[in-house]
Structures are given as C-alpha cells and as structure tokens.
C-alpha cells in the first residue's frame, strides 16, 4: 500500500506564539518549531499499517526551508521517504490554497491512503482532509480514533461528542486521525542517522502547476486583519453573602454577559 502522511510544521504549543506585525501570520522565524502534535499519530498509524500490510510511506510537507528539520524528525520515526513543496510565494497562504497545491502534490504521489492529523495547533480549522478529498475526488474519513485496513476497505471509527460513529470507504482515501488513536513511538538512535540519507525531494509550484497568483497573501480568501495581546489576568470579584449573594452573583454574571 502506497501512504502518504501529511506533515506540518508548526510553532510550539508550549510556548508563547506570535504574529507578524508586518502582515498578521504566524511569526515561524522565531518561533521554536516543531512537528504538528496530532500529525506523530498519523505517521505512527501509517507506520502500523506498514508493517501489517507492506507497502512504503511517503512524508508530504508544505513549508519553508526549515521545515526539512521536522521533515528529517519524521523521518527518524521509521517513514521511507519525503516530499517537501517549498516556495517563496507560499508564505501567508489560506487553507484553501494550501488544499490546492497539497491536492497537486498528492496528484503526483498515487496515494492509495492519505493520512494526517485531524486538526493543526497554530490553524484549528479542520478543514484540510474535506478539501483534499473534494479537490482529488476520493472518500474522506475524518476524526479517527480506530483505523482498520481489510484489501482496499477502509473501517474508521469516528470519533464524536457522544462517542463514535462506524464508517467505511474504499482506497483512495483521505483519513484523519485524533491522538486516541495510538501512541507514537519514540525515534531510535539508529532510526535519527538513518533519516539522515532518506531521499527527501523537493517541489516548487511550477513543478506542480500552480501559479504564485493562486497561493500566498495576494491569493489568499481570508485574512487577519488586526490583532492585540491577550490582556493579562487581573484580581477575581469576591462576593460577600450577607443575605444578597445570590442577587450579586446574577449581576456579576450578567455584567460578563454570561447570562
């Protein structure tokens, strides 16, 4: 089976994170950069399915130059190759224009299986595994927490509020996956110096057929327009019952618009 996981780069959730101040996106220069969370528990289920199945799996990531270190982390997991689309005109690309040049990377790979976190911790939309599954015309199976392969079926229980639902698609698909799903091993030693000499090719929009036009600031189809700090956390309200506690409760709440 051919997968390909897909691998995003992202500031560390752990520490502080911040914007640009010359056009509002992620400030990733300064950030401390690391492999996104829920994209381990893809690789570790593309992995998994490996060593069942047979087959290779493929490390697909859109991102600047020093994303190749999060590239290299994933592939010290055990992954056999990678595919890295990088390109000046992707800086500040929208969700929408990311699905489009990953769905023309992916059009070059012959996926039988795509996997990939469920959601990114600097985005949170959720939205990528539906896009690409629009723009490639396959199945999408979202919100995983049990992946199981039978031939070309596909059995994912979907993880939801009031617990899961059990759905089924034939390959190609798309499969995302939430971190109940396994846990991610740890990379050995002598995985670390052999992702050193994994072939990982690289990929610029005109390789894929994309015009810069479509992707970045200029092509994007949303944007932030202002941001500020989070005002920093100030003294509580301490209500005295003397007989009225309940009647200052109510207005403390509703001052806060809670009610």
Not at 42 to 52: D, N, R, S, T, V
Not at 106 to 120: I, T
């Amino acid at each position: 089976m051919n997968i390909v996981v897909l691998v995003k780069q992202v500031p560390d959730s752990g520490a502080d994170r911040n914007l640009r101040t010359d056009d509002n996106t992620v400030d990733r220069g300064s950030a401390n950069n690391v492999i996104n969370e829920m994209d381990e528990y893809a690789i570790e289920e593309a992995l998994k399915i490996k060593e069942a199945h047979g087959g290779e799996v493929t490390i697909l990531t859109m991102g600047p130059d020093r994303a190749t270190e999060s590239i290299r982390k994933a592939l010290s997991m055990g992954p056999d190759k990678a595919v890295h689309v990088v390109d000046d005109a992707l800086h500040g690309s929208c969700a929408v224009a990311t699905s489009k040049v990953l769905a023309a990377a992916l059009g070059q790979l012959n996926a039988d299986l795509v996997l990939c976190g469920s959601e990114s911790t600097d985005g949170r939309v959720q939205v990528l595994p539906h896009m690409l599954a629009e723009r490639l015309g396959v199945a999408a199976l979202t919100g995983a927490r049990k992946l199981t392969v039978d031939g070309a079926t596909l059995t994912v229980e979907r993880q939801t509020e009031e617990g899961y639902e059990v759905v089924t698609a034939s390959t190609p698909a798309i499969v995302s996956v939430w971190d109940t799903i396994n846990e991610p091993r740890y990379p050995s030693f002598k995985g670390i110096m052999a992702a050193k000499k994994k072939p990982v090719q690289t990929l610029s929009l005109a390789d894929l057929g994309v015009a810069a036009a479509e992707v970045g600031l200029d092509g994007a189809t949303s944007a932030v327009v202002e941001h500020s700090k989070r005002p920093p956390r100030s003294g509580g309200v301490k209500v005295t019952d003397e007989g009225s506690g309940g009647a200052q409760l109510v207005e403390f709440l509703a001052t806060e618009k809670f009610v």
